[in-house]
């Protein structure tokens, strides 16, 4: 596995509220979800831009 690169990242107190009630939620730590979402977004993103190459 390649390793993890940290950074630091900035929430509002609201956002952050919200996050860690839906990682809750899915039985995830904050950072895990955050990973998730943003594995998610970039899964979505792939799948966007492949389909518009194939509209091309």
């Known amino acids: ?3 993890k690169k940290p950074f630091v990242l900035r929430l ?3 956002m952050m509220q919200h996050l860690e009630r839906w990682a ?3 039985f995830r730590s904050i950072n ?3 990973e998730w979402i943003l594995s998610e ?3 979505k993103r792939k799948k966007t831009l492949s389909k ?3 509209d091309t």
């Open 52 to 54: 518009e190459s194939m």
């Open 1 to 3: 596995m390649a390793e």
């Open 24 to 26: 809750a939620d899915d």
């Open 41 to 43: 977004a970039l899964k």
């Open 32 to 34: 895990g979800q955050i």
């Open 12 to 14: 509002s107190p609201e």
